[in-house]
């Protein structure tokens, strides 16, 4: 499973984690893999690189908040939400691959911020894709059953300032 950690200036980072057994996991970011040890103890979980050194793990659900000693981080689980790109929330981008299952709306639609503008297939789970602001779709870059490339450009919205 892939999980986002987004900071207050749009910067993610990435981990992709699988589980290997009940009490072990391995995760890589940036191509660098890491194993991690797992144990439940009155009802507390923690953690070991070695298996040695443990330290309490921080539950956390999707959508939730992280906050390290520099960073504040949103935490996205499976997949980045559109609308949080580099192209600012008028800028509806694929972060991974995946086919548009349905288009909701069309150029010259108005949208307000939150509203689905198209059904994306990833990882065999329907997404809506939804509006990161109020405005209008200046352009529709993809069609109904069209296979994407993680960072295409689907809907361009000009925002209502």
Not at 57 to 64: R, V
Not at 81 to 90: E, F, H, I, V, Y
Not at 112 to 131: D, P
Request: with cysteine; proline share 1%.
């Amino acid at each position: 499973m892939r999980y986002y950690f987004v900071n207050q200036d749009m910067k993610d980072l990435v981990f992709d984690v699988e589980f290997r057994g009940k009490d072990c996991l391995e995760f890589s970011h940036e191509g660098n893999k890491s194993q991690l040890h797992l144990k439940k103890l009155a009802g507390k979980n923690y953690y070991s690189f070695d298996g040695i050194k443990w330290k309490k793990l921080t539950q956390l659900g999707a959508n939730e908040v992280l906050v390290s000693h520099t960073e504040v981080y949103k935490v996205f689980r499976g997949f980045k939400p559109s609308g949080l790109t580099k192209g600012g929330a008028g800028a509806l981008v694929t972060q991974m691959p995946g086919k548009v299952v349905k288009l909701m709306k069309k150029e010259g639609d108005r949208v307000i911020k939150g509203e689905t503008v198209l059904i994306l297939e990833a990882m065999k789970m329907e997404n809506e894709i939804k509006s990161g602001a109020d405005g209008i779709i200046k352009s529709v870059n993809v069609k109904e059953g069209q296979a994407l490339e993680a960072g295409f450009l689907m809907i361009e919205i000009e925002e209502e300032k």
